[in-house]
């Protein structure tokens, strides 16, 4: 069992920055593929970032692509997510997700552990 815990979200102007980060319980972090997701009031959850065990590979999304970046930190068993150039449509509340045998990150069935999500709002 993973229990995982967001924090870092808020408020912020649009042009601004945040980085929100994913603790995880556990022990065996590393064999973890990790993905942020986010789902805005009345939308669909959607695929933000993912990143493998070790940080070799990441994923984006085609919307945050050149202005978030994930990254991880095995020894404190810890992900990142590192927001920039923040727009209104950044808005939702950010989930970390977590999964062993993850063959497509994007696909949110792929991730069995999730936290309790974080809010992030972008005012204009």
């Known amino acids: 069992q993973v229990q995982l815990v967001e924090s870092g979200g808020g408020l912020v102007q649009a042009g601004g920055s945040l980085r929100l980060s994913c603790a995880a319980s556990a022990r065996t972090f590393i064999t973890y593929t990790m993905g942020w997701f986010r789902q805005a009031p009345g939308k669909e959850r959607e695929f933000v970032a993912a990143?493998?065990?070790?940080?070799?590979?990441?994923l984006y999304a085609n919307s945050v692509k050149a202005r978030f970046t994930i990254s991880r930190e095995n020894a404190k068993n810890t992900v990142y997510l590192q927001m920039s150039r923040l727009k209104p449509e950044d808005t939702a509340v950010y989930y970390c997700?977590?999964?062993?045998?993850?063959?497509?990150?994007?696909?949110?069935?792929?991730?069995?552990?999730w936290g309790q999500g974080t809010q992030v709002t972008v005012s204009s």
């Open positions: 997700a977590a999964d062993i045998d993850v063959h497509t990150p994007v696909d949110p069935l792929q991730y069995d552990y």
């Open positions: 990143i493998n065990w070790n940080g070799g590979n990441t």
